[in-house]
């Protein structure tokens, strides 16, 4: 779940973390008084170019409700439900960039850090330095200052970022976040670490740990930005995020989803989506997850269904079962091609070969390979080979 920057940051102000003050969401039609200084007044959403839409501005403090009018409106005009953080202007002496994510591959965080903070960082990534930390072993500042340095902090401010960098680890692990960027990280004139822009991700497989996630504007604004499938699916409790091509995806796990949605493109065949179903679905929910890509793929410019599931241990009959019963229950509304990789372990209870007869029975073309599959589907929808 992605958090938008007010609730990001009284997340971190709970743990001691400094915060430009003082601070304050305002959520609807709520009135607003001007302040006594300067203030930031930014759009609360989930997207990033808040600042190139006029999103965001820094008014004097009697200008406050004149600005929070403003982005309001455009807010409003836009779709976007209207909430807006209200916040002091730091003293800014020096301006990084940090930010802590989790690497999937290598299984360790990974700080990232940089002496070009502010807008445009994409644009700037070879000035980001990287350190991988196990998480077995607890954080210490030590541990961040090689990185510090090779990024160009200046050596004052080495103790405070380092610090900083520290506590940011803490809230990264506490709120079981898959993300954590501040930027800027700004040095006051006093020397002091502040998160003058907070973005925040969360793993939600570990929801159930933090169920008052529920309860925040994020969620609400989050589930306001899902389309009719999308809002559907997440219902059904699986991953599903529309997009703008002409296969229709469905897949176990998000790696696999990920590689089919980058070998299509290779081949100029966009997704028209992105899935992921666990092995452990019931044939029954993995049917009504099916379902929901077979109604995307109903659409003018889906022109094929891709099935395919890579299998290590969870049983092959299972999934089987599972694609038989989509199968047989819907017809589907565009040719569909179906893909099996199976481990030896996967096979104990069906062999592969007997798994790709039972979907061949139906009238399905079924292959045991990616390359093999969008081949299927350039046949398919008639692209040309490359």
Known sequence: MRVIEAEAKAMLARRGIAIPQPSRMVRGDEQVEGAAQPAAVKAQTLSGKRAEAGLVQLVAGADVPDAVSRIRQAMKDSGQAPVVLVEGQADIAAEYYLAWRVDDLSQRYVMMVSS???????????????????????????????????????????GAVARFAVSLFDVMREEDAALLEINPLVITGRGQAMACDAKLVLDDNAAR???????????????????????????????????????????????????????????DLPAANFSDATGGSSPETFARMGQVVFELAERDGVEAIVLFFVLAATSLKGIADSIALLLDQAVPPKPVVVGLIAAGAAEREMSLETAKEMVASRGYVCVSGLAEAVDAVREITGAAKG
């Open 209 to 267: 740990r933090h169920t008052d996630r529920a309860d925040l504007v994020s969620a609400s604004l989050q589930t306001g930005e899902l389309t009719r499938l999308e809002r559907r699916a997440a219902d059904e409790g699986f991953t599903f995020v529309e997009l703008d091509g002409p296969v229709a995806l469905f897949t176990s796990g998000a790696g696999l989803g990920m590689c089919l949605l980058d070998m299509l493109a290779d081949v």
């Open 116 to 158: 070009a903070g502010g807008s445009d960082i994409e644009e700037r990534g070879d000035t980001i330095a990287q350190y991988f930390h196990s998480p077995l072993v607890e954080l210490q500042a030590y541990h961040c200052l090689p990185t510090l340095l090779e990024s160009g902090i200046a050596r004052d401010h080495l």
